[in-house]
C-alpha cells in the first residue's frame, strides 16, 4: 500500500529544512554536554564531603583559569558599544547616486530630478553597505567570543578536575 502525500516543492523544501535544522540542534546539544566532567567518589565521601570539595574545587579551578561557569559574563565590549550612525557611506553612497542619476536625468531631460532620485537612491545603498558590514563585525565578534569561552570552559574543566582527583575522585 503506497501512501502519497500531495507536497509541493516548497512544502518539501520546508520540511526537509526543518529536519536538518532539528539535526544540527541535536548534535550540538549532545556535543555541548559531553564537556561536563563526571566525578565519581572514590573513597567512599560522604555526600556532604562531596559538596565541600566540589565547591572548594570549583572557587580554586574559576581562580585559577578567570572563568567560573556559574556566573556567565557579558561581553563588556558588546555592551559597552553604542549605536553611531555611520555617515561616510550614506553620504559617499548619496554622491555617487546624485551624479549617476543626474546623467540618466540629463538623458530624460531633467538633471534636476534624476540627480535628486539618484541621492536618495544612493544614500539607501551607503546604508544597506554599513548595515551590512556591521553585520559581518558582529557575526565574528561573535565566534572570537564563542571561542574563548570554550577555551576557557575547556581550562576550567581540567582545573576541576585535578583538583577532585588530588581529593580522592575518579574524574571522567
Known amino acids: 500500500m503506497e501512501i502519497r502525500l500531495g507536497l509541493n516543492s516548497m512544502q518539501k523544501f520546508v520540511a526537509i529544512s526543518l ?11 549532545v556535543r555541548s554536554s559531553a564537556q561536563e566532567p563526571y566525578i565519581y567518589p572514590a573513597k567512599g565521601q560522604s555526600q556532604a564531603q562531596q559538596d565541600k570539595d566540589r565547591y572548594e574545587c570549583h572557587t580554586w579551578a574559576a581562580q585559577q583559569t578567570g572563568f567560573d561557569p556559574s556566573n556567565p559574563q557579558s561581553s563588556n565590549a558588546a555592551a559597552s ?10 553620504v ?27 541621492a536618495a537612491m ?10 551590512d558590514e556591521r553585520r559581518q563585525q558582529a557575526n565574528a565578534e561573535a565566534s572570537d567570543t564563542s571561542a574563548a569561552a570554550s577555551n576557557q570552559r575547556t ?10 582527583q588530588g581529593r580522592g575522585y575518579t574524574v571522567n
Not at 19 to 29: D, E, K, N, Q, R
Request: hydrophobic share 45%; aromatic share 8%.
Open 19 to 29: 529536519i536538518v535544522w532539528l539535526l544540527i540542534f541535536l548534535l550540538t546539544s
Open 122 to 131: 544612493g544614500g539607501l545603498a551607503g546604508g544597506f553597505r554599513r548595515r
Open 92 to 118: 559617499k553612497g548619496a554622491a555617487r547616486g546624485a551624479a549617476l542619476g543626474a546623467v540618466g536625468g540629463a538623458i530624460a531631460g531633467d538633471a534636476g530630478k534624476g540627480a535628486g532620485a539618484g
Open 81 to 90: 558599544r553604542q549605536y553611531q550612525p555611520s555617515q561616510p557611506h550614506v
Open 155 to 164: 581550562s576550567y574543566n581540567r582545573a576541576m578536575g585535578a583538583c577532585l
